[in-house]
């Protein structure tokens, strides 16, 4: 039965996230449900996590939030997709634009991909996105006064993710919150499930489901003994140290985050309207934080002042939902900010529990235990992807070439040998969004991991996909590129928003 209360301990995004869309789950299937959320004013939330995917427009729309004023409310901007810039090697830069344009192009596999890898063309030509992206576009024209949007796909943001929070805080129905802080918890003796919280103030809160969205301080589901297992040997990064840049008056604000490789890691470059949020996301094995501040001011040219030192044990829980306690967010796991894979990775856990809390039971809970724990391996296999480069300039990515781990130099064998499509991801419960062959074929492609030579013998074997894939690239192609003229500028979009200030 679906649990009659609900306490989320957390008031980060996680946390109003997991109390927006399981208050609502339960409304809209008809549940009796109270829904509370204990934060801590003394307790901040992490403070950055800017970037997300598509998949968070399309839960504002699932809640029926309005766009427009989540942008003008919380100063976030447009996201096309990510520029990675020196990774391949220094001076080389690729996009990776999250549409697929397979979505209209209607052909059983990704022809369009391996049509483009054949003539040695970029993928990201056939990316309505990719030429939003190349003209500092917004998703929107005036069509007779009318915001349109100009193409079918979900963009994704780019937001403070402390005005994220107050914002998703300021539209959640019926939810009741506590200032308190969790100091314990109660546990039945024979089942194990927790019965109550203690609380600092003394007071107790009873629930059926507890969620511990407290980030990486995990103040229920560590005391309930869940384990966590650790990435650190596969993935290179372990510390990041953010800061803020001006954005200077009148420049464009490109609908992109940059992820720039450097020296020892990699730097991440996301606009707000108001500022860049940006961080140095480093290994510590290599430099320490100094000499990061030192690297990164030099790349710049000006002084930065950092914000916080955040170490990153990268890794996951063994089982996010143990007795009745789920961990989401930070809590449960974290590999690194590239590709924005963790507020992404909350929304789509939450959709999966969501379906399954009408019958909490034990096939419920190994489910899903097992699909978050396939979607973060994933996303550990996908992000590690990245560092795959030509670069031996330092320490760091002579050692990073040197531990590749197996089951990606097998994939990449593969890869070389035929460009992935969907038959080469197996799908995620619930057909939600994954990191299938739409996010790898860019990144492989920019990175020239993939053969033009074998995707031109593999047309060769196909001629009427070919021949359809030839013609739908080269008018989408046309078609994007004329679209993204009509748009709207990235940044006149953003300003319409705020009417009072635009001149
Ligand atoms: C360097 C870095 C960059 C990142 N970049 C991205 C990105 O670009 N895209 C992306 O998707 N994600 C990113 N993330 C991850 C993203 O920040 C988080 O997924 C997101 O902010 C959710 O955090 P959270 O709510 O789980 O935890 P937090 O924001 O840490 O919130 C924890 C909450 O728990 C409360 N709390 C803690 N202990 C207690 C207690 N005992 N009692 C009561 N309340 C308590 C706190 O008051 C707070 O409200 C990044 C993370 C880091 C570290």
């Known amino acids: 039965m679906w649990p009659r209360r609900i306490c989320v301990v957390g008031g980060g995004t996680a946390g109003w996230l997991a109390a927006m869309m399981l208050g609502d789950s339960a409304r809209r299937g008809g549940h009796p449900c109270e829904v509370t959320v204990i934060e801590s004013s003394k307790i901040g939330t992490i403070g950055v996590g800017e970037g997300t995917t598509a998949v968070f427009r399309q839960m504002l729309q699932h809640f029926g939030l309005n766009e427009a004023e989540f942008l003008a ?6 996201k096309f997709g990510i520029r990675h810039r020196d990774w391949r090697r220094k001076g080389h830069s690729y996009d990776g634009p999250i549409d697929d344009p397979h979505l209209v192009a209607g052909m059983a596999v990704n022809a369009l991909d391996i049509y483009q890898v054949s003539q040695g063309e970029s993928v ?5 996105f990719q030429h939003l992206l190349n003209g500092n576009r917004s998703p929107f024209a005036m069509v007779q006064d009318r915001r349109v949007p100009i193409g079918p796909y979900h963009h994704a943001f780019h937001f403070d993710q402390a005005l994220a929070g107050k914002w998703l805080r300021s539209k959640a129905q019926a939810i009741a919150t506590i200032d308190d802080q969790v100091q314990g918890l109660e546990r039945h003796p024979e089942t194990g499930d ?4 203690r609380l600092e103030s003394g007071a107790r809160v ?3 489901l507890f969620i511990d969205c407290t980030g990486f301080r995990r103040a229920l589901i560590g005391p309930m003994g869940s384990t966590w297992v650790r990435y650190g040997d596969m993935l290179p990064v372990n510390r990041a140290i953010p800061f803020w840049l001006d954005i200077p008056p009148g420049e464009e604000i490109e609908p ?4 720039w490789a450097q020296g020892s890691g990699w730097m991440w470059k996301i606009p707000t309207q108001g500022r860049y949020g940006c961080g140095y996301v480093f290994s510590d094995a290599h430099i320490t934080p100094d000499q990061a501040k030192a690297e990164i ?12 030192d955040i170490r990153i044990d990268a890794g996951r829980l063994d089982s996010q939902w143990t007795h009745n306690c ?3 967010g930070l809590s449960s796991s974290f590999l690194e900010p590239l590709e924005a894979t963790s507020i992404h990775g909350t929304v789509v856990q939450l959709m999966l529990l969501a379906s399954v809390l009408a019958k909490p039971d034990d096939r419920a809970r190994a489910a899903f235990n097992a699909a978050a724990a396939r979607q973060v391996d994933d996303f550990r296999d996908f992000i590690r992807l990245h560092y795959v480069s030509e670069r031996r300039d330092t320490p760091f990515w002579r050692d990073v070439a040197g531990s590749l781990p197996d089951t990606l130099a097998e994939k990449l064998a593969a890869w070389a040998r035929k460009v992935p499509g969907p038959g080469d991801f197996v799908p995620f419960p619930m057909d939600l969004p994954h990191t299938d062959h739409h996010l790898h074929v860019p990144v492989l492609d920019g990175l020239g991991l993939l053969n033009a030579q074998t995707a031109k013998g593999w047309l060769a074997a196909h001629p009427k996909l070919r021949a359809d894939a030839r013609r739908s690239a080269r008018a989408l192609a046309t078609e994007y590129r004329l679209a993204a003229r009509r748009a709207i500028g990235h940044r006149a979009f953003l300003s319409s928003l705020h009417p009072e200030t635009a001149s």
């Open 73 to 78: 409310a919380t100063g976030a901007t447009i």
């Open 256 to 259: 992109c985050t940059l992820a």
């Open 124 to 128: 990201g030509q056939t990316h309505l």
């Open 297 to 308: 001011e030099g790349v710049l040219g000006h002084p930065v002042e950092i914000r916080n």
């Open 326 to 328: 789920v961990a989401l």
């Open 194 to 197: 927790i019965t109550a919280l």
């Open 206 to 208: 009873e629930a059926e």
